[in-house]
């Protein structure tokens, strides 16, 4: 019935004839250059770093969610991978082309959601939160153990009190003294979370005020102050929380 052979591919009424004006020119064999300039190709290698940075902490925050890294391991690198991802962010030429971390990832298409939360914070999870009870009585007792006797335990934790406290004094002494900006503040309030979850692993009054300074702070730029109004709620909030710390000790 039907005498033509059957096509190998199905016909279309239009014919493609191709045309000389979209034939590539450039030579294939041409290296192509990424950038113009050595200031050009700098900024290049500073966003594929801070790209990188964002891949690996990703997976960091998934990793020690799983229990796969060691909780020293993890502190060590989630720290020096925050500290590059600020250093790179410092040249203001970098922070520029980056925008924000929202709209990089969006450019690039990251989905990253346990590395976004961790650079809000701008601080390891370690840091964040105090040890597990488990493991605060384990170094309790390693502690105890190489102690050459009980009275040095009361000692040593009698010092971290002393810097927890020294440093929510320090903090109060700058905003009086208008020393207001990131720069300033931000390295007191993580030196305070720090120090008092040396002291307590308990969740005690208002501590969440802490972390929540950290992160307002952690989204400004290393110049920018807070506002007078700002400053006096910071205190407001700070003094709410070392009333906390000190009544966790009773």
Same mark, same amino acid.
């Given at each position: ?16 004839? @191709?045309?000389?004006?979209? &034939? *590539?020119?450039? %030579? ?5 250059? +990424?950038?113009?300039?050595? /200031? ?83 601080? @390891?999870?370690?840091?964040? &939160? *105090?040890?597990? %009870? ?5 170094? +309790?007792?390693?502690?105890? /153990? ?92 700070? %003094? ?11």
């Amino acid at each position: 019935m039907y005498a033509q052979n059957q096509l190998a591919y199905a016909p279309t009424p239009y014919s493609y004839t @191709p045309s000389s004006s979209l &034939t *590539a020119t450039i %030579n294939l064999d041409q290296e192509v250059k +990424l950038a113009d300039n050595a /200031a050009e190709r700098d900024l290049h290698e500073s966003l594929a770093e801070i790209y990188s940075i964002i891949i690996t902490l990703d997976a960091l925050e998934k990793a020690y969610m799983r229990d796969s890294i060691r909780e020293g391991e993890y502190t060590e690198t989630c720290d020096r991978l925050l500290r590059q991802y600020k250093r790179n962010l410092a040249d203001d030429t970098v922070s520029t082309a980056f925008g924000n971390l929202e709209s990089f990832k969006l450019e690039w298409d990251l989905e990253v959601p346990k590395a976004t939360e961790r650079l809000r914070i701008g601080l @390891p999870a370690t840091v964040e &939160t *105090a040890p597990s %009870n488990s493991h605060h009585r384990s170094n +309790l007792s390693t502690a105890s /153990a190489s102690a050459p006797s009980s009275n040095n335990a009361p000692h040593v934790n009698a010092t971290h009190i002393v810097s927890a406290s020294e440093n929510f004094i320090t903090l109060f002494d700058a905003i009086r003294m208008n020393m207001l900006s990131k720069d300033t503040l931000h390295p007191i309030l993580v030196e305070i979370i720090q120090a008092v979850n040396k002291v307590t692993d308990r969740d005690f009054e208002n501590k969440g005020k802490i972390v929540q300074w950290l992160i307002t702070l952690n989204q400004m730029r290393a110049a920018e102050e807070l506002t007078p109004e700002m400053a006096r709620e910071v205190q407001f909030d700070l %003094n709410a929380a070392y009333d906390g710390f000190k009544g966790a000790l009773e």
